[in-house]
């Protein structure tokens, strides 16, 4: 099972970035997929999460507005378009997939795979 997270990159305050989160190895339209992320001395901290058909969707309260998640279960892609970025939202981002659910999609602990992370820098 792989998890490949790309799209990361060097943006000014108030750009967009686009990532995107692809799986293999796994019947990834059964698993719902979350993204976390964690700054430089910081813990992990949830994003944003989607259920396995996109009717239930979830963001933190220090992304909702600006960020929205979705997916392409034909390409095994989860897509999560980040806009209005902030200097905030520095840090590696991941993603992650568990089927069945176990719990509160927020909680990291509830995840079976886990990708590598993409690096995402918002300048000043």
């Known amino acids: 099972v792989q998890l490949q997270a790309s799209g990361g990159g060097l943006v000014q305050t108030g750009g967009s970035l686009r990532l995107s989160c692809v799986g293999s190895g796994l019947t990834f339209s059964n698993y719902a997929v979350g993204w976390f992320r964690q700054a430089p001395g910081k813990d992990r901290e949830f994003v944003a999460a989607?259920?396995?058909?996109?009717?239930?969707?979830y963001l933190a309260d220090s992304v909702r507005g600006r960020f929205t998640i979705s997916r392409d279960n034909a390409k095994n892609t989860v897509y999560l378009q980040m806009n209005s970025l902030k200097p905030d939202d520095t840090g590696a981002y991941f993603c992650a997939a568990v089927w069945p659910p176990k719990g509160w999609l927020g909680y990291a602990h509830v995840y079976d795979y886990w990708g590598q992370g993409t690096l995402v820098t918002v300048s000043s």
């Open positions: 989607i259920n396995w058909n996109s009717a239930s969707t």
